[in-house]
């Protein structure tokens, strides 16, 4: 499923094998998954109106991205960094069987729902493969750090 933990790690992943800045992959992986801020106005008692439904579409994504890139010095840095994040995120849902129709890539000229049919929300292998491949990741990072810290102490 590509919950936020499984977005979390493979944003983790990406930016671990790419040697970008993790956290704003990592922030970048999420930012689609602010349109979920709909079902706290919900539960609140606000009507649905879905307005937040459009950050979850490349486009509103990149445009709270580059908001979001605006507070830091490297502006270009920043931005390529959470729009590294944002493809992860929607490469992970594209993959997903959607219950409504698909990801709507072509907002605003089209709502029309894309999808590959690949896996529902609920199958946990997609988490599965996204731990192991975070723990292979990470032991193989550490094990270099060792290594090259070894090499240091012998010259």
């Known amino acids: 499923m590509a919950d936020w933990f499984t977005h979390t790690l493979v944003g983790w992943i990406t930016g671990k094998t790419t040697r970008q800045d993790i956290a704003l992959i990592v922030v970048g992986s ?22 937040f439904d459009p950050l979850h579409t490349p486009i509103g994504a990149i445009i709270i991205a580059g908001l979001f890139a605006l507070i830091f010095h490297d502006l270009k840095k920043a931005f390529l960094a959470l729009l590294l994040g944002l493809s992860t995120h929607f490469l992970l ?23 590959l049919y690949v896996y529902t929300s609920d199958d946990y292998r997609v988490t599965i493969i996204a731990i192991l491949a975070a723990l292979l990741i990470y032991i193989f990072y550490q094990y270099h750090e060792r290594k090259k810290n070894q090499s240091h102490k012998h010259d």
């Open 93 to 115: 849902d594209f993959f997903l069987i959607h219950t409504h129709g698909g990801m709507t890539l072509l907002f605003p000229f089209s709502w029309e729902g894309w999808q």
């Open 30 to 51: 999420l930012i689609p998954d602010l349109s979920k801020m709909n079902i706290a106005l919900i539960l609140l008692g606000a009507p649905d109106h879905s307005f």
